[in-house]
């Protein structure tokens, strides 16, 4: 009898790009609810726990049994979707309302962090694909849901932490837009669309802070929250202008064949619809509505194409590996 079943053979192949699929798969779940279509945005929401959960056991297995593998792959960017993952489904979690579990996910994704984001700063050199902003994207999903849960919870100090990772994020995206191949914008695989996601979190983010800010303790003057309405907005311009660079790039330059990169490709976007929606309520810009739904729209149409793909492709690899 094989040592292994096949699908344990099969999700051992998964290389770390795989947790985009949560990543994806959270952000259209919660876009779903903030636009009132619950029942799909559970659907998706379980498709999300059920990777999550997939991935995370490997991510274990692999530790204990092949850690030198481990090692290696944990040094490259795509590494930092598993804290990615963990914020955008504990998000998820606290808008349900399930906040013990959410603080659990914070508190994993907060442990994950340092180690994986060291690891993959020593081995940022020049030129990098799109995952590269994933290290701007991991700390402000660790902002995103650090300000969700403060203003579940009404904790100040919880709120405060998260803008200095709002900020360190944005410092993060600075220096991976320094180290991005350009190339890859007509070149990329899908993870090119992360330098638009990174922005489009950050801007939710700045949200968050805000609605925090006004969900009961005291936090900062309005001074800071100027600040805090225009940086926000400021990084809604940008990505939407990376949107559409991106997009145009692909029109032009068409890569349709499934990669599991494109995961990274639906997460930016979904995340776009959602940073709108989000500004649309804590900045009282409810004009951003309806074209965060349309975008929202859009991202829902890329991740059934993606999926539909990654089923094709699994279905493929589980009969090699039987």
């Not at 701007?136 to 995103?144: I, K, Y």
Request: aromatic share 10%.
């Amino acid at each position: 009898m094989p040592d292994t079943s096949p699908l344990r053979a099969w999700l051992a192949q998964r290389p770390p790009a795989a947790g985009a699929a949560v990543m994806a798969s959270g952000i259209v779940s919660i876009g779903l609810h903030l636009t009132g279509y619950d029942l799909p945005s559970y659907a998706v929401l379980a498709v999300a726990c059920a990777a999550w959960l997939a991935l995370a056991t490997d991510f274990v297995v692999r530790l204990v049994r092949e850690r030198s593998r481990w090692l290696a792959e944990a040094g490259t960017p795509a590494a930092l979707t598993g804290v990615a993952a963990t914020a955008v489904l504990g998000t998820r979690f606290s808008v349900l309302g399930r906040q013990v579990l959410a603080d659990a996910l914070l508190a994993l994704a907060f442990v994950l962090w340092p180690w994986l984001l060291v690891l993959v700063l020593r081995n940022a050199k020049r030129p990098m694909p799109g995952a590269v902003f994933l290290c701007c994207v991991a700390t402000e999903g660790l902002a995103v849901l650090g300000a969700s849960v403060a203003r579940a919870q009404d904790t100040a100090w919880l709120a405060h932490t998260a803008v200095v990772f709002f900020w360190l994020g944005l410092a993060l995206y600075v220096l991976a837009l320094s180290r991005f191949d350009l190339r890859q914008v007509f070149e990329g695989h899908g993870d090119q669309w992360v330098a638009a996601g990174a922005l489009a979190i950050s801007a939710v983010a700045g949200a968050k802070l805000i609605a925090a800010a006004g969900a009961g303790s005291y936090l900062w003057n309005k001074d800071d929250s100027d600040v805090l309405h225009t940086v926000t907005l400021g990084l809604f311009v940008l990505d939407l202008c990376w949107y559409a660079v991106l997009l145009v790039a692909e029109l032009v330059r068409p890569r349709l064949r499934y990669d599991v990169r494109r995961w990274s490709t639906v997460f930016p976007m979904g995340m776009t619809a959602v940073a709108a929606l989000s500004i649309a309520a804590s900045l009282r810009a409810p004009a951003l509505h309806v074209p965060g739904e349309a975008l929202l729209w859009t991202a829902a149409a890329a991740w059934l194409a993606v999926a539909a793909g990654a089923v094709a492709e699994a279905r493929t690899e589980l009969r090699s590996v039987r």
